[in-house]
C-alpha cells in the first residue's frame, strides 16, 4: 500500500491505452481511426484493483485451502498450479514468499496475506481463537405512513369500541330481577367492565367515559364507581 500511495503523490493518473500518444494534457491518446473500447483505466485504478483483488484472493486462499507449516515456513498451496506450493516465512518486521509476484514487488502477495489471516484465525496471543465472521445487515423496511388513515383510526377508536362492545354485550342474557333495589344488568356490567380495562384509568376517573357511554345510549344509567368495581371483582 505505501509504494501506492507515494505514486499517487508524485505523478497524476495516466490514462492507459496501449500504441497511444502521449498528449500534452500528460494523457495517452489512442492513434486516429483506431477506436479502443476497452474501458479505460487509469493505472492507480488499476493498481488499486489488483491490490482489492490481492487481499480478495488471500481471503478464499485461507478459506479454501489448508497452510501447513514446516520449520517456521508455512506452504500455501497455488490458485492456479494444481501441486504447486508458496513458501512463506513471517518474521517479526518482514515477510518473504517465493511466488513471482513478492519477487517482483517485495511488498506482500496474496500467499502472505492469507498466512496473516490463517495466524490471526488461529490462535491470539492469549490463546483464544478469533474468527471473524461477515455479519449481513438486513435494512428494516419502512412504510410510508398514510397520515389521515391514521388520524380516522386514531380519533375514532374509542368510538368504535364502544359501539361495538354494546354489540357484543347486548347478547348476554341474565337472571330477572324480581325483588330488592333495581341492579345493573349482566349485560351492561359485562360493558361497564370491560370498557374500564379498556379505557385504562382508575374507576373514579373512568367516570367521564361511562357518563358519555350513557349519553350514547351504551348504558342507561351511570353506576357507581364502586359497581363498576364490584362487576370487575365479582364475575357473576
Ligand atoms: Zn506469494
Redesign the pocket.
Known sequence: MRHISAFNKKAPPVLVTPNGAVNPRGTVDAPKGQFDLRPTVTRFQAMEATVDSREQRALEIADRFRIVESNGQFF?PSQKIANKK?A?RIGRASEF??????ELRHTP????LAVRLTIQRELNFDGTTTVTETVEVTKRTTYPQDWPAYNTAQTTEKDHFQMLLHDLCSGIQGPIQTNGRPRMSLAESAFCAAFKVYSGFSARRFMSDLREANERGYVEKVPHFNSVLNALENPS
Open positions: 500455501v508458496y512463506v514468499c517465493n511466488c513471482p509476484d513478492f502477495c496474496k500467499h502472505v
